[in-house]
C-alpha cells in the first residue's frame, strides 16, 4: 500500500481504478482490501470493479457501456457530491442517452439535488423499504444498473470498524462497478 502511494502522490490523477475481490467474513479479517485501503489514503474517487466480473468497457469495441447508474441517497450521507460525481464520469466518458436512478432507501424526505444536463441524460426517483445496502445490491439485480455511485465518509464509528461503511459493504457484495467519492468534512 505504501508503494502504491508513493506512487499515486507523484501522480496528478483525476480517478482511481482498482480491482477488488470482494472479500467478506473472517477473508477480509485476516487479509486487508489493498484496494480499500488505497482509495481511502488517496481521497481520490475510485472506481472499484469487481474481478472476474464485466466492468464498463466492451472488450471488442473500447467503448464505455454506460446507459443505467444508480445513485443511493440516505444514511445522512449528501447526494449531491454522487451526482456531480456521476455526472462528470458520464460526461467524460462520453455516454449518451444515461438514466440516472437516485434511490432513496427507507422513510424520509428525498434530499434536494441539483441534476446536470448530458445528451439524452434523464433522472428518476426512486424509493424503496428495506435496508440499505441489502437493496441496492439487490436494485442493481434486478434493474440492471451498470455503474453504483455513492458518496462516502468513511468509518463512523466502531460498527463501521469492523463491518465496513455502507459504500465498503456495498462494494463487497455487487457484481457490478462501484464509483465511491469521498465526502469532504
Known sequence: VDTALDALRRQNADLLVVGTHQRTGMERVLRESFSEAIALETGLPTLFVPIGEPGLVDMESGEIKLKRVLIPAGGGVSLQPAVDA??????????????????????????????????????????????????????CEEEGADLVVMGTEGHSGVLDFLRGSRTERVIRRSSKPVLSVQLKG
Open 86 to 139: 456521476a455526472a462528470d464520469f458520464a460526461r467524460r466518458a462520453g455516454a449518451k442517452n444515461v438514466e440516472f436512478t437516485l434511490l432513496c432507501v427507507g422513510g424520509g424526505d428525498f434530499p434536494n439535488v441539483v441534476t446536470r444536463a448530458g445528451d439524452g441524460w434523464e433522472y428518476k426517483r426512486v424509493r424503496r423499504p428495506g435496508k440499505a445496502d441489502e437493496e441496492i445490491v439487490k436494485y
